[in-house]
Nanobody
Framework: QVQLVESGGGLVQAGGSLRLSCTAPGRAFSSYAKGWCRQAAGKEREFVAAISGGGGNTVYTDAVKGRFTISRDNDKNPVDLQMNSLKPDATAVYYC???????????????????WGQGTQVPVSS
């Protein structure tokens, strides 16, 4: 069972920045695409961003394009999500996810990923 671990969440003011990080156990999953989803209170979980196994391709939901950046350095395992110009509507629990695919597109728009982290809270104050 893959256990992804998220870190970096916390309270931030609107307009501020935050960097989330996701690590996966061992090197076996370093070649998989990885992504981030979020779930606000009372809403369904939604896709935020994904990055391919090699790191060369990324996809984002329209709401975060130009403000969020997903990146990875396979040698160091973590997949990071840099979030800038945060808005109060970004308040949510952010989850890291992965699936046995190298395609960012497949992870972002395909069936829900099989492996998830426990989530990290990101409250954005107005």
């Amino acid at each position: 069972q893959v256990q992804l671990v998220e870190s970096g969440g916390g309270l931030v003011q609107a307009g501020g920045s935050l960097r989330l990080s996701c690590t996966a156990p061992g090197r076996a999953f370093s070649s998989y695409a990885k992504g981030w989803c979020r779930q606000a209170a009372g809403k369904e979980r939604e896709f935020v961003a994904a990055i391919s196994g090699g790191g060369g391709n990324t996809v984002y939901t329209d709401a975060v394009k130009g403000r969020f950046t997903i990146s990875r350095d396979n040698d160091k395992n973590p997949v990071d999500l840099q979030m800038n110009s945060l808005k109060p509507d970004a308040t949510a629990v952010y989850y890291c996810a992965t699936d046995p695919t190298t395609s960012a597109q497949a992870l972002g728009v395909g069936a829900p990923p099989r492996y998830w982290g426990q989530g990290t809270q990101v409250p954005v104050s107005s």
